[in-house]
């Protein structure tokens, strides 16, 4: 298997030779539609590049894309394309981190959030030519409970609503299903959190929610950490603390004006993290929620993931 060659974050992007590479397309049935189209598309524009034909693999219930993505990158595919939404992307990172395999994302799904922190287009035969003009960008994990996750994870607040938005709404509105599930939350009891990370002294807080993130971009584009970088071997761990109404608006407009300093909202960064609640919390990673636990124990994996990106110099993608 060829090696992609390794990057500084400095010039994160990279094209690499896009001569033939073996590939395998990893797909979520419950969550594309029109399989039979996709597939035409794909295998017709991998058949033009001169690459051969890519194994195709179904997602199940009992395993939503990991063993599928170990069993590609066994085969030996260079580039794993994967159609789902952000649960069968991270699904898939946990059997693609640590390897020279690719990740070429085809966005389905509600969130997709992975894509749009990097550029990533939406349309499939976009996401297909990014995988044949060869660039490669390597980025952080991060892990909880030997998870992984390549996004945010979250404790309180953000996975309570994840939990308990609605299937059917998710189905029709998108992120509309989580704000309307947020409401459901915004009068839950605080939580008395330590938060700590690497060596820093522990922080004691009341706060609604906190989040680590690898990238900063939520739903409908909402940049709620601006400054957070997928290749720098650490993450950005944002503690909402608001306790009333109108916190929650003075948050909410400092989130959309991009401000820096916002008020109700304490940004910190590491690689190692440690959250401790006064009693046991909803938690997510990605959007998958996990055990409830009072802990969130999170550390990162420095640049273990191979993705497919666009290059400095692609051509913007049609929407």
Request: proline share 8%.
């Amino acid at each position: 298997m060829t090696t992609p060659q390794e990057t500084s974050p400095e010039t994160a992007d990279r094209r690499l030779d896009p001569g033939p590479r073996r590939s395998a397309v990893i797909v979520n049935p419950n969550r594309v539609e029109g399989l039979d189209e996709l597939r035409a598309l794909v295998e017709n524009q991998l058949a033009e590049a001169g690459w051969p034909a890519p194994a195709w693999l179904e997602t199940t219930a009992e395993d939503p894309g990991t063993g599928q993505a170990r069993q590609a990158v066994e085969d030996g595919a260079e580039v794993v394309f994967v159609s789902g939404g952000d649960g069968t992307v991270r699904a898939c990172i946990e059997g693609l981190a640590g390897t020279d395999a690719a990740l070429a994302v085809l966005p389905g799904g509600t969130g997709n959030l992975l894509a749009g922190n990097l550029r990533i287009p939406t349309r499939p035969e976009d996401g297909v030519r990014l995988a044949l003009d060869g660039g490669r960008r390597s980025i952080d994990i991060g892990e909880v409970d030997g998870q992984a996750f390549a996004v945010m994870a979250g404790m309180g607040l953000d996975a309570a609503m994840m939990r308990d938005a609605p299937t059917a709404l998710k189905a029709k509105a998108g992120p509309v299903a989580y704000v309307v599930s947020a409401f459901k939350h915004l009068a839950d009891d605080e939580m008395k959190v330590e938060v700590r990370v690497d060596d820093r002294p522990v922080l004691r807080r009341r706060a609604r929610t906190v989040l680590v993130g690898n990238v900063g971009r939520l739903q409908a584009g909402v940049n709620l950490l601006p400054d957070a970088e997928p290749d720098n071997g650490q993450m950005d761990v944002a503690i909402l603390a608001p306790r009333n109404l109108g916190h929650w608006v003075q948050l909410l407009v400092g989130v959309l004006r991009g401000r820096r300093r916002i008020p109700n909202m304490e940004v910190l960064r590491g690689s190692r993290i440690s959250v401790t609640s006064d009693r046991p919390q909803p938690r997510q990673l990605d959007g998958d929620v996990i055990d409830p636990a009072k802990s969130l124990e999170v550390g990162v994996r420095a640049r273990a993931l191979w993705v497919c990106v666009p290059t400095a110099g692609s051509t913007p993608p049609r929407r």
